[in-house]
């Protein structure tokens, strides 16, 4: 269904701040957007998608202070959603891989975590399956920001 994209983010970005409360995490959200923006949507998919993203920004973040910032933006001809943390980033190297299927990066913080490394890929073939794209950056002791692009319902 085509779903107005701001309505869509303000409701899932109050629900997960509620949740990431409770952990003394910080969600924060803007809504940059002017206009209504319709974005053919499947909810439960792209919450997932954005579920993995910020269940990864609660695992390697920091255990004090994590802040996670959300914002919402028009970009041309799609919405824009970006998710950051100020986590310990991840090095230039391995940052091309991490939607790959069961690509960890081990280390000393994350060896005991039990993980798959499927989250960022799943969270890629549902945005996918939007039509969109999904793309991050990150520097190292600085963190991540994860873009979501969606392309608007014509
Ligand atoms: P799963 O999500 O299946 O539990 P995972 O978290 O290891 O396992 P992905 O979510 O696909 O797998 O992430 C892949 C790797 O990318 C992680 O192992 C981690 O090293 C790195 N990574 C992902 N998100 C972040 C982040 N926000 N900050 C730092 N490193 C990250
Ligand atoms: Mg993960």
């Avoid at 909810?43 to 919402?72: C, D, F, T, W």
């Avoid at 943390?85 to 690509?103: M, Q």
């Amino acid at each position: 269904a085509s779903v107005p994209i701001g309505a869509f983010m303000a409701d899932l970005m109050e629900e997960f701040r509620f949740e990431l409360e409770e952990r003394q995490v910080r969600l924060e959200y803007t809504d940059r957007t002017e206009q209504v923006l319709p974005v053919r949507l499947d909810g439960k998919r792209m919450h997932q998608a954005i579920r993995n993203i910020i269940s990864n920004a609660l695992k390697y973040g920091p255990e004090e202070g994590l802040v996670i910032k959300a914002v919402l933006s028009k970009q041309g001809d799609s919405a824009c959603i970006e998710l950051s943390d100020n986590g310990p980033g991840i090095p230039a190297d391995k940052l091309p891989h991490i939607f790959e299927r069961f690509y960890r990066i081990d280390n000393e913080r994350t060896k005991d975590l039990s993980s798959t490394g499927l989250g960022l890929a799943i969270a890629r073939e549902l945005v996918e399956a939007h039509g969109g794209k999904i793309t991050a950056a990150s520097e190292e002791g600085k963190g991540t920001c994860f873009t979501i692009t969606l392309p608007l319902a014509g």
